[in-house]
């Protein structure tokens, strides 16, 4: 019997093309839910979005890459359940047999609940949303963004370069702050503003109004922002929900160890993971992360003995400038500008505390940017109200 990929994604693909590169030599299925190609998500909010790139060049893999890799591609299947006594896996054309199982089914996109009936409510996810959302763009919608994070900053980036009314919707009080820290994302958000986006941070959607199509969002403070258009970026849970019944620990992401080993001859990779790990377990919704789990992995499914290890980063494109982030930023880690500042067109910030260099946030700066992420993978001291110190030798 073959091995299975459920997820024909990023993590799913990377993994197949890692398990061939080690020599694997098993008949490999990939299951994926979309009719479409497989394909990469980071463009769909940036040149995707603005017309730059278009479906053939987003493409993960081509038809002749697959076929060398020797796998069997079942677009538009959804896989609707899981009986691992049986080795299979329930799909909504039938049932699939497995002898090994790959879990590779990412994540959803949350919803404001109550609008799912109005039209002009958009998540961003699939290639299809990043379409929708293109052509309501081009037809100078107003629109407004809820959620502050990364894929917000870059949809309401995006929708100003059409031109368009763009207001931005979070609780928190700065843009992106559990990624960048309050004070960066306070500058971040200024950046917008100049840009010509209007935030309306530290507020919540009370409602949406709208009979059959969305009209406007109405706060919690009672404020009214009319919208053509509505774009929904506040955050993801795990794509679990075909497991339900499984006996599977799904709570929150599909339990595994370290070497992402869940069961019984079963794996996951990617969005989905719940890797164990010294701080527990815990999801990393990194692009990187999908193609280094992908090659622990096929080092595991071969005889090897690696682990996950993560090493977190995560970069985003707006106002025309890269935006990258290593490490982690912790709300009790104390910042230090190693290039630039708050104000200055490029700069490089750390974060650390406990001793130790614990993330860099760069914005532009590529040059000094990559010098910061070296300390930082080098294990640089840090010393309070000085920053950063390299390891003693």
């Known amino acids: 019997m073959s091995t299975v990929v459920v997820g024909a994604a990023l993590a799913g693909v990377r993994t197949v093309q890692a398990l061939r590169r080690s020599g694997y030599d098993a008949p490999i299925t990939m299951i994926g839910a979309e009719p479409h190609a497989p394909y990469d998500r980071p463009p769909l909010s940036k040149e995707f979005l603005l017309g730059k790139l278009g479906a053939e060049d987003v493409q993960l893999i081509d038809a002749d890459a697959l076929a060398a890799l020797d796998v ?111 004070a960066v994302g306070a500058a971040l958000a200024n950046r917008h503003r100049d840009n010509g986006v209007r935030m309306r941070l530290g507020r919540c959607v009370s409602r ?11 706060l919690d403070d009672g404020t009214v922002i009319d919208a053509d258009v509505v774009v929904v970026g506040i955050g993801v849970d795990a794509a679990v929900g075909w497991l339900a019944g499984s006996g599977l620990d799904v709570a929150g992401g599909i339990a ?107 914005y532009g700066a590529r040059r000094e940017a990559m010098q910061a992420q070296k300390m930082l993978r080098s294990g640089a001291m840090w010393e309070a109200g000085r920053g950063p110190v390299a390891q003693p030798e």
């Not at 994540?107 to 961003?124: D, I, N, Y």
């Not at 949406?208 to 109405?218: H, I, K, N, W, Y």
């Open 208 to 218: 949406v109004d709208g009979s059959d199509r969305v009209e406007r969002l109405v």
């Open 256 to 362: 595994c160890d370290a070497s992402l080993h869940v069961g019984d001859g079963i794996y996951a990779v990617g969005d989905v993971a719940r890797v164990a790990g010294a701080h527990g377990q815990r999801r990393f919704e990194h692009w990187t992360n999908a193609g280094e789990q992908a090659v622990v992995l096929a080092d595991v499914l071969t005889g090897g003995q690696r682990t996950y290890a993560p090493a977190p980063y995560v970069w985003s494109e707006q106002l025309g400038t890269r935006l990258q982030v290593w490490g982690e930023v912790r709300p009790q880690d104390e910042l230090h500008y190693l290039h630039g500042d708050a104000d200055a067109d490029e700069f490089v910030a750390a974060f650390g505390g406990d001793g130790a260099l614990r993330a860099v946030v760069a």
């Open 72 to 182: 069997q591609l079942l677009s538009a299947t959804r896989a609707t359940g899981l009986d691992v006594a049986r080795r299979e896996v329930t799909t909504d054309q039938g049932r699939v047999r497995f002898e090994t199982l790959i879990v590779a089914t990412g994540s959803s996109p949350r919803l404001l609940p109550g609008t799912q009936h109005l039209r002009g409510v958009h998540a961003l996810r699939t290639i299809d949303d990043a379409v929708a959302i293109r052509d309501a763009f081009a037809a100078e919608a107003r629109v407004a963004v809820v959620g502050g994070g990364f894929i917000g900053a870059e949809v309401a980036s995006s929708a100003r370069q059409f031109g368009l009314d763009v207001t931005v919707v979070d609780p928190l009080p700065a843009l992106m702050m559990r990624g960048v820290g309050p």
